[in-house]
């Protein structure tokens, strides 16, 4: 605990000096890692699949370093070492699903009968992965002049990407459409993304590249040690939360104190049930099934993390987030959060603004960034100002293939799950107008703006003015009720909100 103890007990002024004096990689420890990485792939290149009958036509496309060290957040003798074995015999991601097993076996068999050849010592480490086949082989390798040993994790994977430029990935969606349609468990084939995952943390500025350091320094040192036996969130998810609060903090900017990102980061943390995050540098919502997979991503229980490499990579979909917020709450009572004015520093909201467009039929639509945390009251405050409303407000919006919804005044975009751009309808009313939703039998509904003593007959013909079939083809139904054209809404106890279905002649 001597290391955990030095960081609580470092004033928060003077945590840029710790940082570079007890964090940074030195050199004779970056040059052991770098000679530790050339050896091991040399071995997998001309050592491992050459001498198997089955697997002698397996080429080695490329390895490509992933972890700290890849991403350039390596701490001094501390190193996790991600080797992303890309190999020929996978040809897609269910082939590599059921070879994986096979190479890692092998490669196990190959580094203990190799181990000599390396000049180093190496020790195999397994993991239990309950019913699964194991997903990567991990080791440590120690050289025999040192104490210090670098844990390294090779992860055989399918080489989806080849040589696509990532700039250009979004041109290319059918990548995420195989992904999503082949995956079995969370991020499975992740490690076939590593270098956008690489990309995304190593362009960072070198300031936020110490921040990182910090924020693992802290879950290393500070968080393990309490929990050694308990499953907690990837270091992986503490980086992208991390970045995540740089970019809301500063506007990703380069100079920053490094005490207020390390507070926000640990106040961001104690927050975690209300955190949804993900973005959009390489996926989007253009394309339907990825849309539609990542929405549903989104409406899962917080906190959320979307890789932002891997859309099925949730990484707050993990046990251990209340240890990681008891342990952040503590840290912000400790000598290295504290400042002068803490009001002052970064404000980071757990959430993304959502863009709203909101849509009044006869009027222009308007787009808004919302707070999804934010009460939907003062979004409709902000409508009446833009639309000049001096009646009441209705919001809904509709999910493809659900039912159309009000939104209350009273709670939040978050309450319903809405993390993404979303189409709102607003109607307004005067009393004693109440709103009834139509729908359709295609699932789609609409909404109109009638009064109780209104009958059946008056809301058929309000549908024809709107653009909908003619009144006389028109079949309205409720459940368990008779409706008869002479019906009034009120004695057919409809209700402000109730959804009345529509058929038309003929297309039964």
């Known amino acids: 605990m001597e290391a955990s103890q030095s960081l609580y007990e470092t004033p928060s002024d003077s945590l840029d000096t710790f940082v570079e004096q007890s964090l940074q990689p030195k050199g004779d420890w970056k040059e052991e890692v770098q000679d530790a990485w050339q050896r091991i792939c040399k071995f997998l290149r001309d050592h491992c699949f050459q001498d198997e009958p089955l697997l002698s036509s397996t080429r080695v496309i490329k390895i490509v370093k992933g972890g700290s060290s890849g991403k350039g957040t390596t701490l001094n ?9 890309f190999l020929s015999c996978f040809s897609s991601f269910q082939n590599q699903a059921l070879l994986r097993k096979v190479i890692i076996d092998l490669i196990e068999l190959k580094l203990t009968q190799y181990s000599k050849t390396l000049a180093y010592s190496i020790s195999i480490v397994h993991h239990r992965e309950g019913k699964r086949d194991p997903r990567s082989l991990s080791f440590h390798v120690q050289a025999k002049k040192r104490s ?16 696509m430029c990532p700039d250009t990935l979004k041109k290319s969606p059918e990548i995420y459409e195989n992904l999503i349609n082949s995956y079995s468990h969370p991020g499975e084939f992740s490690p076939s993304f590593v270098v956008l995952q690489r990309r995304f943390v190593k362009s960072r500025p070198a300031k936020l590249k110490n921040l990182l350091r910090l924020v693992k320094h802290w879950y290393l040192q500070c968080l393990k040690p309490k929990y050694q036996k308990v499953a907690l969130p990837s270091k992986y998810a503490m980086e992208l939360l991390t970045i995540y609060s740089w970019e809301w903090g500063t506007s990703e900017s380069e100079n920053f104190n490094l005490d207020e990102g390390f507070i926000a ?3 961001l943390l104690r927050e975690y049930e209300a955190i949804c995050i993900y973005w959009t540098k390489y996926y989007d919502f253009q394309n339907k099934v990825v849309r539609t997979f990542i929405k549903r991503q989104l409406k899962e229980s917080r906190p959320v993390i979307l890789d932002p490499a891997d859309p099925t990579n949730n990484l707050g979909k993990t046990r251990g987030w209340d240890l990681v917020a008891k342990e952040a709450a503590h840290c912000l009572k400790q000598a290295c959060c504290r400042t002068e004015d803490p009001t002052e520093g970064w404000h980071v909201q757990p959430a993304r603004d959502v863009l709203v467009t909101v849509r009044q039929r006869g009027e222009k639509a308007h787009t808004l960034s919302v707070n999804p945390y934010q009460p939907i009251w003062k979004m409709k405050a902000e409508l009446k100002k833009k639309y000049y409303c001096s009646g009441r407000q209705r919001l809904s919006f509709q999910e493809r293939g659900e039912e159309r919804q009000l939104l209350s005044s009273r709670k939040t975009l978050a309450d319903y799950g809405i993390f993404s751009k979303v189409r709102v309808w607003m109607l307004e009313t005067f009393p004693p107008e109440i709103q009834v939703f139509v729908k359709e039998a295609s699932g789609r509904s609409k909404s109109y703006a009638v009064e109780p003593d209104d009958t059946i007959r008056d809301l058929k013909y309000k549908i024809e003015e709107a653009g909908g079939p003619l009144a006389n083809s028109q079949t309205l139904k409720l459940p368990d009720r008779k409706v008869w054209n002479s019906s009034t809404l009120s004695d057919l106890q409809i209700k402000d909100c109730d959804t009345i279905m529509m058929f038309i002649k003929g297309d039964r």
Request: glycine share 4%; aromatic share 4%; proline share 4%.
């Open 148 to 163: 210090e040993a670098i844990k390294v994790d090779l992860l055989p994977a399918f080489d989806v990407l080849g040589n």
């Open 77 to 85: 003798h501390t190193s996790d070492v991600d080797l992303v074995l």
């Open 265 to 267: 980061v640990m106040k």
